[in-house]
């Protein structure tokens, strides 16, 4: 598969926010107090990697498939660290950084809204819908985090 110069220029930039999440979680992980937000931001660093390696892929011009993973989201159930009563320099810390990592993943979803139909093969926009979806599920386990943490 040939991709046309706007869809090389397309994935690249995409690829440029999927490395930024990817370093931000790293980041992130290692400023976390709560290790199960530590692990949060751990599991979705590797989800980045590999929307980054799915991106480098259609780059050499092969589409990876997709199972359209919607469920990531729903069933995550993160454990309480912090009382909801509570406040310490240490939850409003981590509230911080699940905050600001909301915001990076309805950033980045959206980018994926609008750049999904700049492509002609079918199967790139359902990769890129599939993870769009995936960006959405990421964002959704961070407020799950909040909410269990008394942060939201």
């Known amino acids: 598969m040939i ?56 780059l050499k011009g092969q589409v990876p498939s997709c199972n359209c993973n919607d469920s990531d989201g729903r069933n995550y159930t993160p454990k309480a660290t912090y009382t909801e009563i509570a406040v310490s320099e240490d939850k409003m810390q981590d509230a911080f950084l699940a905050t600001d990592c909301i915001a990076t993943e309805k950033l980045v979803s959206g980018e994926y809204n609008t750049e999904v139909f700049a492509f002609g093969s079918s199967d790139i926009r359902k990769l890129l819908a599939d993870i769009q979806v995936e960006e959405q599920n990421h964002a959704e386990m961070l407020y799950k985090y909040k909410m269990a943490n008394g942060m939201a």
Not at 16 to 35: F, H, L, M, N
């Open 3 to 58: 991709l046309s110069e706007k869809e090389r220029a397309v994935i690249e930039d995409l690829q440029t926010q999927e490395k930024s999440c990817v370093e931000k979680y790293g980041r992130y992980a290692q400023q976390a107090k709560d290790p199960e937000l530590k692990n949060l931001f751990q599991m979705l660093q590797e989800k980045e990697r590999t929307h980054f390696s799915s991106l480098a892929d259609v």
